[in-house]
């Protein structure tokens, strides 16, 4: 049976929070930004080409968001470790927040795992995650201004063997206001292929952070799925992340008024 861990010191911050003065409209959050596996977890008993892989983390997502929060000058939100140690988006319940099973990979590390194991993760990574997210919007609404809460994500092309042949997903859970005003500008993508709710969709259990930060508010938020192959080359994170910028600032404009500084205005191209 795998065991509480120890040394939490040499873990690191399990959180990282940039621009957070900025004054754009939305909260921008990478829950699977790092494929960081604290050394004394050996991996998870993985091998390093899975510990590479979407397996561990969503490949391409951080440089995205990263973009889109410094274009819109948005505060961003993004998890240091490996989703295999913990999903952040994900509640504790979840058998998925760490996974025995990740597609067709067992987790060695995570299997039979302790409830003592699995509370200390809570303790170390997902408390903190969600905290630092509320001390982001909390200021904001206290000022009268409500962000929008924009989730990044990528997605791996072919999954239990199956082709996935659209580019992009828009996901929303119950409020689709934000999904809406964004799908109706899809067509910013260049021909590329745009879906409600693909891959994923509330069913199975992946708008955690919306359920929790977003919609018990009435905050406009969305969830954003870009196939990992299409956002390998830096080039191609800035391009598709420029896009993503004015698209999103457009959709929230017309969802909620809000008025963009100047600085919030990208140029649509594609490298």
Request: charged share 20%.
């Amino acid at each position: 049976m795998a065991q509480p861990m120890s040394g939490a010191a040499a873990w690191g911050d399990p959180v990282r929070v940039t621009n957070e003065s900025g004054c754009g409209p939305a909260v921008v959050i990478c829950e699977h930004a790092s494929n960081f596996i604290p050394p004394e977890l050996n991996d998870l008993g993985l091998e390093a080409d899975v510990c590479d892989s979407h397996v561990a983390w969503d490949p391409g997502a951080l440089a995205v968001a990263s973009v889109i929060a410094t274009t819109l000058d948005c505060p961003m939100v993004a998890a240091s470790f490996s989703r295999l140690v913990y999903d952040c988006n994900r509640p504790p319940s979840a058998e998925s927040a760490m996974p025995a099973v990740s597609e067709i990979f067992a987790i060695p590390g995570n299997q039979n795992l302790s409830d003592a194991a699995r509370s200390e993760r809570v303790e170390r990574i997902y408390n903190p995650f969600h905290a630092a997210v509320s001390s982001v919007i909390e200021p904001r609404l206290a000022a009268g201004t409500a962000p929008a809460i924009v989730t990044i994500h990528s997605f791996t092309p072919t999954y239990h063997g199956a082709r996935r042949p659209f580019e992009i997903g828009i996901l929303h859970d119950e409020d689709a206001r934000l999904a809406d005003a964004m799908l109706d500008r899809s067509d910013a993508f260049d021909g590329m292929d745009v879906r409600r709710n693909e891959p994923y969709g509330p069913v199975d259990g992946v708008t955690h952070t919306l359920q929790r930060h977003a919609l018990p508010r009435r905050m406009l938020n969305v969830m954003i799925e870009i196939r990992n192959d299409v956002i390998r080359r830096p080039s191609e994170q800035t391009a598709i992340a420029r896009v993503f910028s004015d698209v999103i600032g457009d959709a929230i404009s017309r969802c909620s008024g809000y008025d963009r500084p100047a600085a919030g205005n990208p140029v649509l191209h594609k490298a």
